[in-house]
T-cell receptor, first 115, second 110 residues
Framework: DSGVTQTPKHLITATGQRVTLRCSPR?????VYWYQQSLDQGLQFLIQYYNGEERAKGNILERFSAQQFPDLHSELNLSSLELGDSALYFC??????????????FGSGTQLSVL | QKEVEQDPGPLSVPEGAIVSLNCTYS??????FMWYRQYSRKGPELLMY????GNKEDGRFTAQVDKSSKYISLFIRDSQPSDSATYLCAMMNTGNQFYFGTGTSLTVIP
């Protein structure tokens, strides 16, 4: 068990809908990362938050947004869902205290199916 | 060109074989190199990490980094069926940004 908790494990929804994925990082970890994993694209970095602030942005669509709350948990919001958004969404956390050798710990993921 | 290139496989080997998994990269700013193992429908778990050229050994696993060639490898000795998984290489630059390979699927046949 990595200590990173993601809910829900599975989500089935229809095109055009909006969903929220939740992540609780490991105790003491300040950074949260969101990744999308599909069979043909591998792990794609979406966005990173550090202590409540957005730190880095990857290939995140405008229909997607995220935030990190004061208790450090994070939510990824996906709206106007399309069939192509079906994927595994992972959250990862790291301590990120200016160490050059950070370790990323991943949650078990949320499997999103858009029908 | 992708920042990190990894042969997706799939790779299938008999139990007890030595497995070699490889990644190449193009960005010389990468200073920190990792290997993650991902079982089906699970999150990636950190297997090994290293930040210098050369070899690092941990049990049956050896991580090798050649910064001059921008090439990293993971060797698995005496492979076991429980090693069957997807292996992802990952690298971090000085800005603490992570880049992942697409993963190599490995099956170890009993």
């Amino acid at each position: 068990d990595s200590g990173v908790t993601q809910t829900p494990k599975h989500l089935i929804t229809a095109t055009g809908q909006r969903v929220t994925l939740r992540c609780s990082p490991r105790s003491g970890d300040l950074s949260v990362y969101w990744y999308q994993q599909s069979l043909d694209q591998g792990l794609q970095f979406l966005i990173q938050y550090y202590n409540g602030e957005e730190r880095a942005k990857g290939n995140i669509l405008e229909r997607f947004s995220a935030q990190q709350f004061p208790d450090l948990h994070s939510e990824l919001n996906l709206s106007s869902l399309e069939l192509g958004d079906s994927a595994l969404y992972f959250c990862a956390s790291s301590v990120d205290r200016d160490s050059p050798y950070e370790k990323l710990f991943f949650g078990s993921g949320t499997q999103l199916s858009v029908l | 060109q992708k920042e990190v290139e990894q042969d997706p496989g799939p790779l299938s080997v008999p139990e007890g074989a030595i497995v070699s998994l490889n990644c190449t990269y193009s960005n010389s700013a990468f200073q920190y190199f990792m290997w993650y193992r991902q079982y089906s429908r699970k999150g990636p778990e950190l297997l090994m990490y290293t930040y210098s050229s050369g070899n690092k050994e941990d049990g049956r696993f050896t991580a090798q980094v050649d910064k001059s060639s921008k090439y990293i490898s993971l060797f698995i000795r005496d492979s076991q069926p429980s090693d069957s998984a997807t292996y992802l290489c990952a690298m971090m630059n000085t800005g603490n940004q992570f880049y992942f390979g697409t993963g190599t699927s490995l099956t170890v046949i009993p």
